[in-house]
């Protein structure tokens, strides 16, 4: 998805309508959270931002293997290394070892 996409119900869980980039473009807000706020009802603003988050992780790690979880969280835009690990438990399930495995396919501990 660019940046000039339209964001559809079936992308965003609780998404009432559809969003258009250039409203979230054209708004002056100093935060995307800010941007977000008030363009559709139902919106769970701090759920949507960390989706990207870890989508972003996802492509940052697939080419830095060697980045720390500092490095990482920093890169991504989390607080911290355990706003990260929670985040990532919550939308996948999986610890930070075993996330980082599912997208290296390998077993960082040997």
Request: net charge neutral.
């Amino acid at each position: 998805m660019d940046s000039f996409s339209t964001f559809e119900k079936s992308n965003l869980t609780g998404l009432a309508s559809a969003i258009k980039a250039e409203a979230i473009v054209l708004k002056p807000v100093g935060t995307v959270a800010q941007a977000l706020q008030g363009l559709a009802i139902g919106v769970m603003v701090c759920s949507f931002v960390n989706g990207f988050r870890i989508d972003e992780l996802k492509s940052i790690y697939a080419e830095n293997p060697h980045y720390t979880n500092e490095s990482l969280a920093q890169s991504c835009g989390f607080g911290s290394v355990n706003s990260m690990k929670r985040t990532i438990e919550a939308k996948t399930g999986m610890s930070i070892s075993d996330f980082k495995m599912s997208i290296t396919g390998t077993d960082k501990s040997i």
